[in-house]
Each structure stands twice: as C-alpha cells, then as structure tokens.
C-alpha cells in the first residue's frame, strides 16, 4: 500500500458545483497534514493546514479522519481559477514527509 | 523579489555533463530541500539539509550531490547527467518540521538531458 493515495482523476465539474477529494494515508502515527494546490507546470503552494478539528477557509474545508486514515478537501461553489491539481501531503514524523501524486480538477464553464 | 529563487529556469543538457542547480531563500529558513517531479510519481525527496553543517540522502539520491554554501543557499548538482533526469526540479525550505508550518517551493527547475 502506498503512504499516500490520491485519486487522480481528472474530476471535471461544471462552475458552481460542490466537489471533494480524499487522501488516504498508511501510517497512523502521521502528525501533520497538508493540502498543495499546484497549477501546471508551476511550484505547489500551501493552500491549508488540516487540523483534527476540521478547518475551513472561504469555500474550502479540510477534514481529518484519523479512525480511517484519510484527509479530505471540500471545495464549494466551484470557480474557473480553481482548475488546478491539489496534493495531499503528510508528515509520519519531523524527519519525513509524503507527498500525493495529486489529483486533478478542472472546473468547467 | 521571490522568497525561493532557483536558476536556472529551464535548461537542456547532453549526457554525462556536470550540471549544477542553484537554489536560495529570503525567508531565514533553516530547513531546505531538492525535490523532483516526474509525471505520474509525484514529488520525490533527493536530499535535505537542516542547517548549513547538516546534509541528508532522501529517497532517490543516487547520481545527485549537494551543497549548502550558507543558509540561504542548497545548490543539487548532477555529476554525470542522464536522460531518465529530466524532470522538474523544485527546491523548497520550511521553517521548523518537514513542512509542519508549510513548505516554500521555488519556481522550478525544467531539466532535460539529451
């Protein structure tokens, strides 16, 4: 099993639209998570922290669920800019940190 | 002026040339890093260092070596390039924890060895 799944789509939802992904993580003792957004052919960037409590940041949240091992990102009311491909990152110890291979999503007109 | 710089942007190179990737920050991270990214296997470690006097192997490290020069600078040279490194090279830093505040990723390096 891989320390980190990520669906790799390509999820194509219509503007407006609610869409989510997951992450699945293989080492229970992972302490931090992360979701990157990269766009194509650039540099990822931070786009939010996930806490075990749930956080939300405009019209995106991100959820810890620690008993099944994943992490999700919620994205409400979809935009064009947000066509991109967001990573999964997770931190099983300081010394270490894995990175999905992402997954992509296109929002479409 | 970005907070991670890296040069060059994009290079091509011929096999078995010396290449060298240069990498430096703004931010007065400690932490720094060389990763690459290959279609389809996502971003891979090849060496990190936690300060200027500490240098460590990541996950694919073989035919890379590095150098932290300060600590605002990691170079990743290639000693003998080859084809299956072409890829995009990212450096990144982050401030305490492999990314437990956040990485800071450069621009990229696109890399192609011919």
């Known amino acids: 099993r891989k320390e980190v799944e990520q669906d790799p789509g390509p999820f194509n939802v219509p503007e407006g639209a609610t869409v989510a992904f997951n992450c699945t993580y293989s080492?229970?003792?992972?302490?931090?998570f992360f979701w990157y957004r990269q766009d194509c052919r650039k540099e990822p960037k931070l786009l939010m922290s996930?806490?075990?409590s749930g956080n939300e940041d405009g019209r995106f949240t991100a959820q810890l669920n620690r008993a099944s091992q994943y992490i999700s990102l919620l994205i409400r009311d979809s935009k064009l800019s947000d066509s991109a491909t967001y990573l999964c990152?997770?931190?099983?110890?300081?010394?270490?940190?894995?990175f999905g291979t992402g997954t992509k999503l296109q929002v479409i007109p | 002026d970005a907070d991670v710089t890296q040069t060059p942007r994009n290079r091509i190179t011929k096999t078995g040339k010396r290449i060298m990737l240069e990498c430096s920050q703004t931010?007065?991270?400690?932490?720094m890093y060389w990763y690459r990214q290959d279609p389809g296997l996502g971003l891979r470690l090849i060496y990190y260092?936690?300060?200027?006097?500490?240098?460590n192997k990541g996950e694919i490290s073989d035919g890379y070596s590095v150098s932290r020069q300060a600590q605002a600078k990691f170079s990743l040279s290639l000693e003998s390039a080859i084809p299956n490194q072409t890829a995009l090279y990212f450096c990144?830093?982050?401030?305490?924890?492999?990314?437990?505040?956040?990485?800071?990723f450069g621009s990229g390096t696109r890399l192609t060895v011919v």
């Open positions: 260092s936690f300060d200027v006097k500490d240098i």
């Open positions: 996930v806490y075990s």
């Open positions: 990152v997770v931190n099983p110890s300081d010394q270490k940190v894995t």
């Open positions: 931010k007065g991270h400690d932490r």
């Open positions: 080492n229970s003792a992972s302490q931090s």
């Open positions: 990144a830093t982050s401030d305490t924890g492999q990314g437990t505040y956040g990485y800071t």
